[in-house]
């Protein structure tokens, strides 16, 4: 399968900074990625969708201007968390869609822990 | 998109089939069965999907029955390194998103 990669792996960083992890989709293009959070014990939560060449769109109750999304190629999206609070605290996993007439799905990254103390 | 209803657990013994229920039963004509797994501290894994016929690849076969309101996913030899969570999603094939229920934690035991 397609092969979708995430840096950093994780990062630990201190209340009011801002942290930017990276999704790159390695071998293949990808006008569409997803960022998702899951906090522990519980299922992967949807945030936004990123999309090339245009804004993204963010799910529902999904502050866009603590979680900005940047689309920059065909294979690189950026999920910026802005002051970040403890409470940002998470796993943060992005998925790559591979389009095709058959075989299009979701690839997704080996995600990124963040830890803001 | 349709909802999906899993069990919460199911245990399986190393090297007999595991058989993971979905239920979709409002399911409607375009939307497609996807599983993926999650073990744990890592990325959802794709495994399969499909539309109305049985399918089957190198990882495991997807079952779906004629009225297309559930489904099995089968492991055909689990394995320890089988042990993670498996989701069932149900999703319409030219809508991008995916929404994730609680999944099924499967535990294989030696």
């Known amino acids: 399968g397609a092969v979708v990669s995430q840096h950093p792996s994780w990062v630990i960083c201190k209340s009011g900074t801002s942290v930017k992890i990276e999704c790159r989709s390695l071998?293949?293009?990808?006008?569409?990625m997803f960022w998702y959070r899951q906090f522990p014990k519980q299922s992967l939560m949807l945030m936004a969708t990123s999309n090339e060449g245009s804004k993204a769109t963010y799910e529902q109750g999904v502050e866009k201007d603590k979680f900005l999304i940047n689309h920059a190629s065909l294979t690189l999206s950026t999920l910026t968390v802005t002051s970040a609070h403890p409470e940002d605290s998470s796993f943060y996993i992005c998925s790559a869609r591979e389009e095709g007439w058959y075989q299009e799905t979701q690839y997704f990254g080996p995600g990124t822990r963040l830890l803001v103390l | 998109d349709a909802k999906t209803t899993q069990p919460t657990s199911m245990d399986c013994a190393e090297g007999r089939a595991a058989n993971l229920p979905c239920n979709h039963s409002t399911i409607s004509g375009n939307e497609y069965v996807y599983w993926y797994r999650q073990i744990h501290s890592q990325g959802p894994q794709y495994i399969i999907h499909g539309l109305k016929n049985n399918e089957t690849n190198e990882m495991a076969s997807l079952i779906i029955t004629e009225d297309r309101k559930s489904s099995t996913l089968i492991l055909p030899h689990a394995t320890l390194r089988d042990t993670a969570v498996y989701y069932c999603i149900v999703r319409a094939y030219n809508f991008n998103k995916f929404y994730f229920g609680s999944g099924t934690k499967l535990n294989v035991k030696p």
């Open positions: 071998d293949f293009q990808a006008t569409t």
